[in-house]
Protein backbone atom coordinates (compact mmCIF):
# COMPACT_ATOMS: atom_id res chain seq x y z
CA UNK A 1 0.00 0.00 0.00
CA UNK A 2 3.07 2.21 0.70
CA UNK A 3 4.81 1.62 -2.01
CA UNK A 4 1.62 3.16 -4.41
CA UNK A 5 0.22 5.58 -2.42
CA UNK A 6 -1.24 7.64 -4.81
CA UNK A 7 -3.14 5.00 -5.90
CA UNK A 8 -3.78 4.01 -2.39
CA UNK A 9 -4.78 7.35 -1.50
CA UNK A 10 -7.09 7.86 -4.41
CA UNK A 11 -8.63 4.26 -3.35
CA UNK A 12 -9.27 5.13 0.47
CA UNK A 13 -10.64 8.62 -0.83
CA UNK A 14 -12.95 6.88 -3.58
CA UNK A 15 -14.25 4.10 -0.58
CA UNK A 16 -15.00 7.21 1.82
CA UNK A 17 -17.37 8.56 -0.57
CA UNK A 18 -20.04 6.17 -0.31
CA UNK A 19 -18.97 5.75 3.88
CA UNK A 20 -19.79 9.69 3.64
CA UNK A 21 -22.89 9.66 1.98
CA UNK A 22 -24.71 7.06 3.92
CA UNK A 23 -23.63 9.17 7.38
CA UNK A 24 -24.43 12.33 5.83
CA UNK A 25 -27.75 11.24 4.39
CA UNK A 26 -28.86 9.44 7.92
CA UNK A 27 -27.10 12.25 9.83
CA UNK A 28 -29.11 15.03 8.03
CA UNK A 29 -32.46 12.90 8.49
CA UNK A 30 -31.79 12.61 12.25
CA UNK A 31 -30.50 15.76 12.62
CA UNK A 32 -33.15 17.51 10.90
CA UNK A 33 -35.99 15.62 12.76
CA UNK A 34 -34.25 15.89 16.58
CA UNK A 35 -34.59 20.14 15.32
CA UNK A 36 -38.21 19.57 14.15
CA UNK A 37 -38.61 17.42 17.34
CA UNK A 38 -36.88 20.44 19.31
CA UNK A 39 -38.82 23.19 18.14
CA UNK A 40 -42.07 21.76 18.82
CA UNK A 41 -41.33 20.46 21.96
CA UNK A 42 -39.94 24.19 22.56
CA UNK A 43 -44.24 25.52 22.25
CA UNK A 44 -44.83 23.99 25.95
CA UNK A 45 -47.83 22.14 24.65
CA UNK A 46 -49.15 18.79 25.97
CA UNK A 47 -51.49 17.68 23.13
CA UNK A 48 -51.30 18.49 19.22
CA UNK A 49 -54.44 18.36 16.82
CA UNK A 50 -53.61 17.86 13.59
CA UNK A 51 -56.40 17.94 10.54
CA UNK A 52 -57.80 14.58 9.39
CA UNK A 53 -55.47 12.75 6.72
CA UNK A 54 -52.35 14.36 7.74
CA UNK A 55 -49.18 13.01 7.66
CA UNK A 56 -46.95 12.63 10.81
CA UNK A 57 -44.27 15.27 9.11
CA UNK A 58 -45.91 17.84 6.81
CA UNK A 59 -48.02 20.74 8.66
CA UNK A 60 -48.66 22.92 5.49
CA UNK A 61 -52.06 23.52 4.91
CA UNK A 62 -54.57 24.88 6.60
CA UNK A 63 -57.73 22.69 6.54
CA UNK A 64 -59.16 23.47 10.43
CA UNK A 65 -61.62 25.65 11.10
CA UNK A 66 -59.85 28.50 13.60
CA UNK A 67 -63.16 28.32 16.08
CA UNK A 68 -62.28 24.30 16.47
CA UNK A 69 -59.24 26.39 19.36
CA UNK A 70 -62.13 28.25 21.28
CA UNK A 71 -64.12 25.24 21.06
CA UNK A 72 -61.12 22.98 22.62
CA UNK A 73 -60.50 25.98 25.18
CA UNK A 74 -63.71 24.73 26.29
CA UNK A 75 -62.82 21.32 27.08
CA UNK A 76 -62.42 19.80 30.88
CA UNK A 77 -58.80 20.64 31.93
CA UNK A 78 -57.66 22.04 29.36
CA UNK A 79 -56.11 25.28 29.80
CA UNK A 80 -54.51 27.20 26.88
CA UNK A 81 -54.97 26.36 23.18
CA UNK A 82 -53.65 27.95 20.38
CA UNK A 83 -53.38 27.22 16.52
CA UNK A 84 -50.94 28.02 14.06
CA UNK A 85 -50.67 28.21 10.63
CA UNK A 86 -47.93 26.73 8.50
CA UNK A 87 -46.78 27.81 4.89
CA UNK A 88 -44.50 26.18 3.04
CA UNK A 89 -41.59 28.91 1.67
CA UNK A 90 -39.39 26.73 -0.06
CA UNK A 91 -38.24 23.45 -0.55
CA UNK A 92 -38.11 22.29 3.09
CA UNK A 93 -38.53 26.06 4.63
CA UNK A 94 -42.05 26.82 6.16
CA UNK A 95 -43.24 29.91 8.06
CA UNK A 96 -45.55 29.67 10.88
CA UNK A 97 -48.59 32.21 11.44
CA UNK A 98 -49.03 32.67 15.12
CA UNK A 99 -51.09 34.58 17.78
CA UNK A 100 -48.06 36.04 19.93
CA UNK A 101 -49.79 36.51 22.97
CA UNK A 102 -51.40 32.77 22.93
CA UNK A 103 -48.24 31.09 21.92
CA UNK A 104 -46.28 33.47 24.62
CA UNK A 105 -48.57 32.44 27.36
CA UNK A 106 -48.10 28.84 26.32
CA UNK A 107 -44.43 28.95 25.64
CA UNK A 108 -42.99 31.11 27.78
CA UNK A 109 -42.18 33.61 24.78
CA UNK A 110 -39.51 33.56 22.44
CA UNK A 111 -36.12 34.91 24.19
CA UNK A 112 -35.00 37.77 21.47
CA UNK A 113 -31.49 37.71 20.99
CA UNK A 114 -31.74 41.26 19.24
CA UNK A 115 -35.46 43.37 18.77
CA UNK A 116 -38.55 42.25 19.98
CA UNK A 117 -41.85 41.45 19.14
CA UNK A 118 -44.16 42.37 15.94
CA UNK A 119 -44.55 46.29 16.04
CA UNK A 120 -45.59 46.74 12.52
CA UNK A 121 -47.84 44.73 10.09
CA UNK A 122 -44.96 44.32 8.09
CA UNK A 123 -43.01 42.64 11.04
CA UNK A 124 -41.46 39.26 10.83
CA UNK A 125 -39.47 37.32 13.52
CA UNK A 126 -36.76 35.30 12.68
CA UNK A 127 -34.16 32.52 14.50
CA UNK A 128 -30.75 33.03 14.96
CA UNK A 129 -29.78 30.19 12.26
CA UNK A 130 -31.91 31.37 9.70
CA UNK A 131 -30.58 35.24 10.50
CA UNK A 132 -27.04 33.73 10.19
CA UNK A 133 -27.89 32.25 7.06
CA UNK A 134 -29.11 34.88 5.78
CA UNK A 135 -26.68 37.29 7.44
CA UNK A 136 -29.51 39.35 8.94
CA UNK A 137 -30.13 41.67 11.73
CA UNK A 138 -33.53 43.45 13.59
CA UNK A 139 -34.55 46.07 11.08
CA UNK A 140 -32.75 44.74 7.87
CA UNK A 141 -35.57 43.49 5.19
CA UNK A 142 -36.38 39.98 3.96
CA UNK A 143 -38.19 38.77 1.32
CA UNK A 144 -40.94 36.28 1.94
CA UNK A 145 -43.47 34.94 0.48
CA UNK A 146 -43.30 37.85 -1.95
CA UNK A 147 -43.70 40.22 0.52
CA UNK A 148 -40.93 42.64 1.82
CA UNK A 149 -41.18 42.35 5.91
CA UNK A 150 -38.63 44.01 8.42
CA UNK A 151 -37.18 41.66 10.92
CA UNK A 152 -38.86 42.92 14.01
CA UNK A 153 -36.84 40.50 16.44
CA UNK A 154 -34.28 37.86 16.48
CA UNK A 155 -35.17 35.04 18.66
CA UNK A 156 -32.99 31.95 20.01
CA UNK A 157 -33.26 28.68 18.06
CA UNK A 158 -35.89 26.39 19.60
CA UNK A 159 -39.45 27.75 19.54
CA UNK A 160 -42.04 26.74 17.21
CA UNK A 161 -40.14 27.77 13.47
CA UNK A 162 -37.66 29.64 11.67
CA UNK A 163 -39.91 32.34 11.00
CA UNK A 164 -43.29 33.92 12.38
CA UNK A 165 -45.70 36.35 11.06
CA UNK A 166 -48.97 37.16 12.83
CA UNK A 167 -51.44 34.48 12.24
CA UNK A 168 -53.73 36.73 10.25
CA UNK A 169 -51.05 37.83 8.38
CA UNK A 170 -50.32 34.05 6.72
CA UNK A 171 -53.97 33.32 6.54
CA UNK A 172 -55.07 36.42 4.78
CA UNK A 173 -52.20 36.03 2.54
CA UNK A 174 -52.35 32.40 1.90
CA UNK A 175 -56.24 32.97 1.26
CA UNK A 176 -56.67 30.26 4.47
CA UNK A 177 -58.86 33.02 6.53
CA UNK A 178 -60.11 31.93 9.98
CA UNK A 179 -58.42 28.34 9.19
CA UNK A 180 -55.32 26.91 11.15
CA UNK A 181 -52.97 23.99 10.37
CA UNK A 182 -52.44 22.74 13.45
CA UNK A 183 -53.82 23.41 17.33
CA UNK A 184 -51.30 22.91 20.61
CA UNK A 185 -52.94 22.39 23.91
CA UNK A 186 -51.98 22.83 27.62
CA UNK A 187 -53.84 20.82 30.50
CA UNK A 188 -53.98 21.80 33.81
CA UNK A 189 -52.17 18.97 35.08
CA UNK A 190 -49.56 15.80 33.58
CA UNK A 191 -52.59 13.19 34.34
CA UNK A 192 -55.31 14.62 32.63
CA UNK A 193 -53.18 14.45 28.94
CA UNK A 194 -54.30 10.95 28.55
CA UNK A 195 -58.01 11.37 29.41
CA UNK A 196 -58.51 14.30 27.82
CA UNK A 197 -56.67 12.85 24.65
CA UNK A 198 -58.95 9.84 24.85
CA UNK A 199 -62.11 12.16 24.90
CA UNK A 200 -60.65 14.17 22.47
CA UNK A 201 -60.60 11.39 20.01
CA UNK A 202 -64.05 10.57 20.78
CA UNK A 203 -65.61 13.78 20.40
CA UNK A 204 -63.22 14.50 17.09
CA UNK A 205 -63.49 11.54 15.36
CA UNK A 206 -60.49 11.10 12.41
CA UNK A 207 -58.19 14.07 13.97
CA UNK A 208 -54.65 12.98 14.80
CA UNK A 209 -54.68 14.12 18.28
CA UNK A 210 -51.32 12.62 20.22
CA UNK A 211 -50.23 13.62 23.28
CA UNK A 212 -46.99 15.54 22.50
CA UNK A 213 -44.51 12.77 24.45
CA UNK A 214 -46.08 10.20 21.76
CA UNK A 215 -45.83 12.50 18.81
CA UNK A 216 -42.44 13.10 19.45
CA UNK A 217 -41.39 9.64 19.88
CA UNK A 218 -42.79 9.12 16.79
CA UNK A 219 -40.70 11.49 14.48
CA UNK A 220 -37.93 9.30 13.68
CA UNK A 221 -35.97 8.38 10.59
CA UNK A 222 -37.86 4.83 10.71
CA UNK A 223 -41.22 6.88 10.17
CA UNK A 224 -40.68 8.85 7.25
CA UNK A 225 -42.29 7.66 4.61
CA UNK A 226 -39.31 6.38 1.58
CA UNK A 227 -36.47 7.58 3.80
CA UNK A 228 -35.92 3.93 4.72
CA UNK A 229 -35.92 2.88 1.44
CA UNK A 230 -33.97 6.21 0.30
CA UNK A 231 -31.11 4.96 2.87
CA UNK A 232 -30.95 1.19 1.69
CA UNK A 233 -30.84 2.33 -1.96
CA UNK A 234 -27.40 4.80 -0.89
CA UNK A 235 -26.13 1.54 0.97
CA UNK A 236 -26.31 -0.01 -2.07
CA UNK A 237 -24.40 2.46 -4.12
CA UNK A 238 -21.98 2.42 -1.43
CA UNK A 239 -21.55 -0.99 -2.05
CA UNK A 240 -21.56 -0.92 -5.91
CA UNK A 241 -18.69 2.26 -5.76
CA UNK A 242 -16.76 0.13 -3.28
CA UNK A 243 -16.74 -2.74 -4.97
CA UNK A 244 -15.69 -1.24 -8.27
CA UNK A 245 -13.03 1.07 -6.64
CA UNK A 246 -11.54 -1.70 -4.87
CA UNK A 247 -11.55 -4.17 -7.09
CA UNK A 248 -10.15 -1.91 -9.69
CA UNK A 249 -7.80 -0.39 -7.56
CA UNK A 250 -6.38 -4.32 -6.54
CA UNK A 251 -7.24 -5.15 -10.17
CA UNK A 252 -4.12 -2.74 -10.99
CA UNK A 253 -2.38 -3.63 -8.31
CA UNK A 254 -2.01 -7.12 -9.33
CA UNK A 255 -0.84 -6.14 -12.78
CA UNK A 256 1.78 -3.93 -10.78
CA UNK A 257 2.88 -6.37 -8.95
CA UNK A 258 2.94 -9.34 -11.47
CA UNK A 259 7.07 -9.85 -10.96
CA UNK A 260 6.78 -9.56 -7.29
CA UNK A 261 4.32 -12.23 -7.35
CA UNK A 262 6.05 -14.79 -9.07
CA UNK A 263 9.11 -14.32 -7.16
CA UNK A 264 6.90 -14.45 -4.02
CA UNK A 265 5.92 -17.76 -5.77
CA UNK A 266 9.14 -18.89 -6.57
CA UNK A 267 9.98 -18.31 -2.73
CA UNK A 268 7.32 -20.79 -2.03
CA UNK A 269 4.49 -18.76 -1.32
CA UNK A 270 1.16 -20.18 -0.99
CA UNK A 271 -2.11 -19.38 -3.34
CA UNK A 272 -3.41 -18.56 -0.09
CA UNK A 273 -0.64 -16.55 0.95
CA UNK A 274 -0.92 -14.06 -2.26
CA UNK A 275 -4.76 -14.10 -1.80
CA UNK A 276 -4.18 -13.23 1.88
CA UNK A 277 -1.94 -10.43 0.94
CA UNK A 278 -4.81 -9.06 -1.47
CA UNK A 279 -7.35 -8.82 0.71
CA UNK A 280 -5.68 -7.70 3.63
CA UNK A 281 -4.55 -4.38 1.37
CA UNK A 282 -8.52 -4.45 0.83
CA UNK A 283 -9.44 -4.49 4.21
CA UNK A 284 -6.72 -1.63 4.93
CA UNK A 285 -8.09 0.30 2.20
CA UNK A 286 -11.70 -0.20 3.30
CA UNK A 287 -10.56 0.27 6.61
CA UNK A 288 -8.91 3.75 6.45
CA UNK A 289 -11.54 4.71 3.45
CA UNK A 290 -14.31 4.54 6.54
CA UNK A 291 -12.12 6.50 8.44
CA UNK A 292 -12.13 8.98 5.86
CA UNK A 293 -15.50 8.84 5.39
CA UNK A 294 -16.06 8.96 9.33
CA UNK A 295 -13.86 12.48 8.76
CA UNK A 296 -15.78 13.55 5.78
CA UNK A 297 -19.07 13.22 7.49
CA UNK A 298 -17.86 16.14 10.13
CA UNK A 299 -16.66 17.85 6.98
CA UNK A 300 -20.13 17.80 5.68
CA UNK A 301 -21.69 19.16 9.05
CA UNK A 302 -18.61 21.64 9.05
CA UNK A 303 -19.83 22.97 5.53
CA UNK A 304 -23.54 22.67 6.26
CA UNK A 305 -23.95 24.87 9.97
CA UNK A 306 -21.53 27.54 7.71
CA UNK A 307 -23.28 27.64 4.68
CA UNK A 308 -26.95 26.70 5.36
CA UNK A 309 -27.43 26.79 9.24
CA UNK A 310 -31.40 27.84 9.05
CA UNK A 311 -32.62 24.77 6.26
CA UNK A 312 -30.51 21.78 6.98
CA UNK A 313 -28.78 20.26 10.26
CA UNK A 314 -26.67 17.09 9.97
CA UNK A 315 -26.30 14.91 13.33
CA UNK A 316 -23.14 13.39 13.83
CA UNK A 317 -24.16 9.29 13.92
CA UNK A 318 -22.23 7.13 15.89
CA UNK A 319 -24.09 4.60 15.87
CA UNK A 320 -23.75 4.06 12.08
CA UNK A 321 -20.35 4.21 12.07
CA UNK A 322 -19.84 -0.04 12.75
CA UNK A 323 -22.70 -0.45 9.69
CA UNK A 324 -21.18 2.45 6.99
CA UNK A 325 -17.47 0.69 7.88
CA UNK A 326 -19.45 -2.74 7.50
CA UNK A 327 -20.61 -1.90 4.40
CA UNK A 328 -16.88 -0.41 3.06
CA UNK A 329 -15.15 -3.85 4.22
CA UNK A 330 -17.12 -5.98 2.90
CA UNK A 331 -17.52 -3.87 -0.11
CA UNK A 332 -13.71 -3.82 -0.69
CA UNK A 333 -13.24 -8.04 0.51
CA UNK A 334 -15.88 -8.45 -2.19
CA UNK A 335 -14.12 -6.01 -5.09
CA UNK A 336 -10.41 -7.77 -3.80
CA UNK A 337 -11.68 -11.52 -4.48
CA UNK A 338 -11.44 -11.17 -8.71
CA UNK A 339 -7.87 -9.66 -8.41
CA UNK A 340 -7.19 -11.95 -5.48
CA UNK A 341 -7.77 -15.21 -6.93
CA UNK A 342 -6.07 -13.66 -10.65
CA UNK A 343 -2.83 -13.20 -8.58
CA UNK A 344 -3.31 -16.40 -6.97
CA UNK A 345 -3.42 -17.73 -9.88
CA UNK A 346 -0.51 -16.41 -11.84
CA UNK A 347 1.40 -18.43 -13.54
CA UNK A 348 5.12 -18.02 -11.43
CA UNK A 349 7.04 -18.56 -14.89
CA UNK A 350 4.83 -15.68 -16.65
CA UNK A 351 4.94 -13.70 -13.84
CA UNK A 352 8.75 -13.90 -13.64
CA UNK A 353 9.17 -12.67 -17.47
CA UNK A 354 7.00 -10.25 -16.93
CA UNK A 355 8.58 -6.56 -17.09
CA UNK B 1 26.37 -49.05 -2.46
CA UNK B 2 26.10 -45.38 -3.42
CA UNK B 3 23.67 -42.79 -2.41
CA UNK B 4 20.95 -42.07 -4.97
CA UNK B 5 20.69 -39.13 -7.23
CA UNK B 6 19.11 -36.28 -5.54
CA UNK B 7 17.86 -35.25 -8.71
CA UNK B 8 16.57 -38.07 -11.22
CA UNK B 9 15.34 -37.03 -14.57
CA UNK B 10 14.12 -39.17 -17.15
CA UNK B 11 12.66 -38.96 -20.44
CA UNK B 12 11.59 -35.63 -19.68
CA UNK B 13 9.64 -33.64 -21.86
CA UNK B 14 7.95 -30.80 -21.87
CA UNK B 15 5.86 -28.90 -25.26
CA UNK B 16 3.72 -25.34 -24.94
CA UNK B 17 1.21 -24.68 -27.07
CA UNK B 18 2.11 -21.29 -28.67
CA UNK B 19 -1.73 -20.33 -30.63
CA UNK B 20 -2.04 -22.73 -32.68
CA UNK B 21 2.03 -24.19 -32.61
CA UNK B 22 3.05 -26.80 -30.51
CA UNK B 23 7.03 -25.90 -29.45
CA UNK B 24 9.15 -28.47 -27.84
CA UNK B 25 11.38 -27.27 -25.28
CA UNK B 26 12.57 -30.77 -24.13
CA UNK B 27 12.86 -33.62 -25.94
CA UNK B 28 13.50 -36.71 -23.81
CA UNK B 29 15.74 -35.32 -20.85
CA UNK B 30 17.76 -38.04 -18.46
CA UNK B 31 20.13 -36.78 -16.07
CA UNK B 32 20.96 -37.56 -12.54
CA UNK B 33 22.75 -35.22 -9.59
CA UNK B 34 24.40 -36.59 -7.05
CA UNK B 35 23.96 -34.60 -3.46
CA UNK B 36 26.29 -32.16 -3.07
CA UNK B 37 27.29 -32.06 -7.00
CA UNK B 38 27.85 -28.86 -8.86
CA UNK B 39 26.26 -29.05 -12.20
CA UNK B 40 26.97 -26.26 -14.76
CA UNK B 41 24.35 -26.69 -17.82
CA UNK B 42 25.28 -25.28 -21.18
CA UNK B 43 23.84 -24.31 -24.11
CA UNK B 44 22.21 -21.82 -26.79
CA UNK B 45 19.04 -19.85 -26.13
CA UNK B 46 16.17 -22.03 -26.62
CA UNK B 47 18.08 -25.36 -26.00
CA UNK B 48 15.43 -25.76 -22.80
CA UNK B 49 17.30 -25.01 -19.65
CA UNK B 50 15.23 -22.90 -18.01
CA UNK B 51 12.49 -24.93 -18.95
CA UNK B 52 14.35 -27.82 -16.80
CA UNK B 53 15.17 -25.66 -14.29
CA UNK B 54 11.20 -24.34 -14.08
CA UNK B 55 10.40 -28.27 -13.79
CA UNK B 56 13.03 -29.43 -11.63
CA UNK B 57 11.69 -26.60 -9.23
CA UNK B 58 7.88 -27.20 -9.31
CA UNK B 59 6.91 -24.01 -11.34
CA UNK B 60 5.75 -25.61 -14.16
CA UNK B 61 4.99 -29.76 -14.81
CA UNK B 62 6.33 -31.53 -17.09
CA UNK B 63 4.73 -33.01 -20.00
CA UNK B 64 5.46 -36.43 -19.98
CA UNK B 65 8.64 -37.89 -17.96
CA UNK B 66 9.58 -37.83 -14.29
CA UNK B 67 11.53 -35.94 -12.14
CA UNK B 68 12.02 -37.10 -8.74
CA UNK B 69 13.56 -35.22 -6.00
CA UNK B 70 15.03 -36.81 -3.06
CA UNK B 71 13.39 -39.56 -4.27
CA UNK B 72 10.16 -38.10 -4.52
CA UNK B 73 7.83 -37.44 -8.10
CA UNK B 74 7.86 -34.01 -8.77
CA UNK B 75 4.89 -34.37 -11.20
CA UNK B 76 3.07 -36.58 -8.77
CA UNK B 77 3.08 -33.43 -6.14
CA UNK B 78 -0.13 -31.17 -5.79
CA UNK B 79 0.41 -27.57 -6.11
CA UNK B 80 0.86 -27.54 -2.66
CA UNK B 81 3.34 -30.02 -2.24
CA UNK B 82 5.40 -28.25 -4.89
CA UNK B 83 4.66 -24.94 -2.80
CA UNK B 84 6.63 -26.69 -0.28
CA UNK B 85 9.00 -28.11 -2.40
CA UNK B 86 10.10 -24.72 -3.19
CA UNK B 87 10.09 -23.25 0.92
CA UNK B 88 12.16 -26.21 1.70
CA UNK B 89 13.98 -27.95 -0.13
CA UNK B 90 14.76 -26.29 -4.05
CA UNK B 91 15.16 -22.75 -4.02
CA UNK B 92 16.45 -20.26 -7.17
CA UNK B 93 18.92 -17.67 -8.05
CA UNK B 94 18.12 -15.70 -11.17
CA UNK B 95 20.07 -13.58 -13.64
CA UNK B 96 18.09 -10.74 -13.15
CA UNK B 97 18.21 -10.80 -9.21
CA UNK B 98 15.12 -10.77 -8.59
CA UNK B 99 14.20 -9.09 -5.64
CA UNK B 100 11.52 -7.00 -3.86
CA UNK B 101 12.28 -3.61 -4.96
CA UNK B 102 10.42 -2.40 -2.12
CA UNK B 103 11.93 -4.30 0.69
CA UNK B 104 15.75 -3.94 2.25
CA UNK B 105 18.28 -7.07 1.72
CA UNK B 106 17.35 -7.98 5.27
CA UNK B 107 13.36 -7.98 4.19
CA UNK B 108 14.14 -10.01 1.06
CA UNK B 109 16.21 -12.77 3.06
CA UNK B 110 13.95 -12.30 6.28
CA UNK B 111 10.33 -13.00 3.92
CA UNK B 112 12.31 -16.53 2.28
CA UNK B 113 12.29 -17.65 5.96
CA UNK B 114 8.89 -16.00 6.96
CA UNK B 115 7.08 -18.30 4.03
CA UNK B 116 8.93 -21.12 4.83
CA UNK B 117 8.11 -20.84 9.01
CA UNK B 118 11.27 -20.23 9.65
CA UNK B 119 11.62 -16.59 11.03
CA UNK B 120 11.45 -17.15 14.89
CA UNK B 121 15.15 -16.43 15.90
CA UNK B 122 18.56 -16.42 14.78
CA UNK B 123 20.12 -18.56 12.92
CA UNK B 124 24.12 -18.41 13.65
CA UNK B 125 24.87 -20.64 10.75
CA UNK B 126 23.20 -18.02 8.32
CA UNK B 127 25.75 -15.38 10.12
CA UNK B 128 28.35 -17.44 8.37
CA UNK B 129 26.58 -17.73 5.78
CA UNK B 130 26.47 -13.76 5.03
CA UNK B 131 30.17 -13.37 6.16
CA UNK B 132 30.80 -15.63 3.34
CA UNK B 133 28.67 -13.69 1.00
CA UNK B 134 30.69 -10.12 2.24
CA UNK B 135 26.60 -8.50 2.69
CA UNK B 136 26.71 -8.03 6.28
CA UNK B 137 26.92 -4.63 6.32
CA UNK B 138 24.70 -3.59 3.05
CA UNK B 139 21.90 -5.40 4.56
CA UNK B 140 19.87 -2.54 5.45
CA UNK B 141 19.54 -1.05 1.94
CA UNK B 142 17.15 -1.21 -0.74
CA UNK B 143 18.52 -3.55 -4.32
CA UNK B 144 18.17 0.02 -5.78
CA UNK B 145 21.28 1.18 -3.14
CA UNK B 146 22.94 -2.07 -4.23
CA UNK B 147 25.38 -2.92 -6.84
CA UNK B 148 24.53 -5.60 -9.40
CA UNK B 149 27.04 -7.55 -7.80
CA UNK B 150 25.71 -7.14 -4.16
CA UNK B 151 22.34 -7.63 -5.25
CA UNK B 152 23.11 -10.86 -6.45
CA UNK B 153 24.75 -11.92 -3.50
CA UNK B 154 21.65 -10.60 -1.47
CA UNK B 155 19.31 -13.37 -3.82
CA UNK B 156 21.96 -15.93 -3.12
CA UNK B 157 21.59 -15.66 0.50
CA UNK B 158 17.57 -16.02 0.19
CA UNK B 159 18.19 -18.86 -1.67
CA UNK B 160 20.29 -20.37 0.65
CA UNK B 161 18.51 -19.01 3.90
CA UNK B 162 16.49 -22.04 4.88
CA UNK B 163 18.81 -24.46 3.81
CA UNK B 164 17.08 -26.03 0.58
CA UNK B 165 18.96 -29.36 -0.66
CA UNK B 166 19.12 -27.80 -4.17
CA UNK B 167 20.26 -24.23 -5.59
CA UNK B 168 19.17 -23.53 -9.10
CA UNK B 169 20.67 -20.88 -10.59
CA UNK B 170 19.74 -18.99 -13.70
CA UNK B 171 22.21 -17.43 -15.40
CA UNK B 172 23.44 -15.96 -12.03
CA UNK B 173 26.30 -13.51 -13.49
CA UNK B 174 24.05 -12.64 -17.02
CA UNK B 175 23.61 -8.89 -15.74
CA UNK B 176 27.00 -8.48 -13.99
CA UNK B 177 30.39 -7.22 -15.10
CA UNK B 178 33.05 -9.29 -14.90
CA UNK B 179 34.71 -9.00 -11.14
CA UNK B 180 31.06 -9.19 -9.56
CA UNK B 181 30.62 -12.51 -12.51
CA UNK B 182 34.03 -13.96 -10.57
CA UNK B 183 32.66 -13.02 -6.94
CA UNK B 184 29.59 -14.72 -6.99
CA UNK B 185 30.86 -17.68 -8.91
CA UNK B 186 33.74 -18.26 -6.29
CA UNK B 187 30.67 -18.04 -3.55
CA UNK B 188 28.82 -20.58 -5.25
CA UNK B 189 31.80 -22.98 -5.19
CA UNK B 190 32.62 -22.24 -1.92
CA UNK B 191 28.59 -22.73 -0.82
CA UNK B 192 29.37 -26.15 -2.53
CA UNK B 193 32.87 -26.91 -1.32
CA UNK B 194 32.70 -25.77 2.62
CA UNK B 195 28.32 -26.27 2.92
CA UNK B 196 28.05 -29.32 0.65
CA UNK B 197 25.11 -27.59 -1.41
CA UNK B 198 23.99 -29.10 -4.56
CA UNK B 199 23.70 -26.64 -7.44
CA UNK B 200 22.71 -26.69 -11.03
CA UNK B 201 23.93 -23.69 -12.61
CA UNK B 202 22.65 -22.61 -16.23
CA UNK B 203 25.62 -20.05 -18.04
CA UNK B 204 26.45 -18.97 -21.46
CA UNK B 205 29.57 -18.00 -20.31
CA UNK B 206 32.66 -21.60 -20.80
CA UNK B 207 34.52 -19.88 -17.92
CA UNK B 208 31.60 -19.35 -15.71
CA UNK B 209 30.05 -23.12 -16.42
CA UNK B 210 34.17 -24.15 -15.48
CA UNK B 211 33.07 -23.59 -11.83
CA UNK B 212 31.12 -26.75 -11.95
CA UNK B 213 32.42 -30.20 -11.11
CA UNK B 214 30.46 -31.66 -14.18
CA UNK B 215 29.42 -29.27 -17.77
CA UNK B 216 26.26 -30.96 -19.19
CA UNK B 217 25.42 -29.83 -22.79
CA UNK B 218 22.04 -29.09 -23.98
CA UNK B 219 20.59 -28.59 -27.78
CA UNK B 220 17.37 -29.05 -29.04
CA UNK B 221 15.97 -29.74 -25.82
CA UNK B 222 17.94 -32.67 -25.47
CA UNK B 223 21.24 -33.42 -23.43
CA UNK B 224 23.87 -34.01 -25.73
CA UNK B 225 27.62 -35.43 -24.76
CA UNK B 226 29.73 -33.03 -27.12
CA UNK B 227 28.78 -29.00 -27.70
CA UNK B 228 27.23 -28.52 -30.91
CA UNK B 229 29.49 -26.70 -33.38
CA UNK B 230 28.59 -22.99 -33.87
Known amino acids: ?355 | MSEAPIIEIRGLRKTYHVGRVDVEALRGVDLDVARGEFVSIVGPSGSGKSTLFHIVGGLTPATSGGVRIGGREVGAMSDAARTRLRKTTVSFVFQKFNLLPNLTAADNIELARFLAGKNHGADPHFQDVLKLLGIADRLRHKPSELSGGEQQRVAIARAVVNHPAILLADEPTGNLDSVNSRTVLELLRDLNERLGQTILMITHNPEAAAYGHRLVHMHDGRIVATPPPT
Request: contains cysteine; glycine residues 10%; aromatic residues 10%.
Open chain 1, 1 to 355: MRYRPLRTLLSVLLIAIPVTLILTLVGLSRGMLDESKKRTSGVGADIMVRPPGSSIISFSGAPMRQGLVKKLRQEPHVVQATGVIVQQVSGITSIFGVDLGEFNTMSGGFDFIEGGPFKRPDDILIDDYYAQQEKKHAGDTINVLNHNWRVAGIFQSGKLARMVLPISVVQDLTGNTGRVSLIYLKVDKPASIDPVVASLRKQFEGYPIYPMAEYLSAISVENVPALNSFIHVVIAIGVVIGFAVVCLSMYMAVLQRTREIGILKSLGASRAYILALIVAEAFMMGFFGTLVGILFSFGARWLILTLVPASLQQAIVPDWWPLAGLIALFASLLGALYPGFRAARQDPIEALSYE
